[in-house]
């Protein structure tokens, strides 16, 4: 579910601990079939990044229109949106607070305010706080988790811990970003 925000990255998440279904019959594990295990790894991508399959599939028909590597397009499509970024910078310490963070005005990309988390970022823009935001105590807080504990940024991200100020530095790939799905699972999901 991705509620937990940091915890689900270390070894105490619920996840780590019991990879099973709750319930008494749950360890036996039910068989898939291919269906089933093509429908899984959709879901989990929609999960990870937050999306209804309206939107999903939007990104699936862009990908697909799209020369190149399909995996490598889709995910890239998908980290490049304004939420997932702010996540990944470390302004929120889950994706769906950074959504809440970008929704409620919190942000400027290329130093115009921005308030719809979908938005697709470019490589060498810039996000940033906006000033009349800077002053309160939730913007602090982050400054100072930033400064206090070395964010480890993706290679494809820059970060300015003290000024809170990231940067798009290019589009990443499958082989960057290491999703929990196959892209090319999805593929054959949708080509039914």
């Not at 279904?21 to 039910?30: D, E, I, L, M």
């Not at 304004?82 to 919190?106: I, M, Y």
């Not at 935001?133 to 930033?146: A, C, D, F």
């Not at 290679?155 to 960057?176: C, F, M, Q, R, S």
Request: include cysteine; charge should be positive; proline fraction near 5%.
């Amino acid at each position: 579910m991705f509620l937990k925000g940091e915890r689900c990255f270390t070894a105490k998440c619920a996840f780590t601990k019991k990879p099973y279904s709750p319930g008494q019959h749950s360890k036996k594990g039910a068989i898939l079939s291919e269906y089933g295990r093509q429908l899984a790894q959709k879901q989990t991508i929609k999960r990870v990044y937050g999306l209804r399959e309206k939107q999903f599939r939007k990104y699936f028909q862009d990908a697909k229109r799209k020369e190149g590597n399909f995996g490598d397009i889709l995910i890239g499509r998908l980290e490049t949106r304004l939420d997932n970024l702010t996540f990944r910078l470390g302004f929120a310490q889950s994706r769906k607070a950074a959504r809440q963070l970008v929704s409620h005005g919190f942000l400027r990309v290329n130093d115009k305010p921005v308030n719809i988390p979908s938005q697709g970022l470019r490589p060498g823009d810039t996000i940033s706080f906006r000033s009349s935001k800077e002053k309160l105590k939730l913007v602090g807080e982050i400054r100072e988790r930033l400064t206090n504990k070395k964010q480890e940024v993706p290679e494809w991200l820059e970060l300015d811990a003290k000024k809170l100020v990231g940067k798009l530095v290019n589009v990443p790939g499958v082989t960057e970003v290491n999703p929990e799905a196959d892209p090319q699972v999805i593929v054959e999901f949708y080509s039914r």
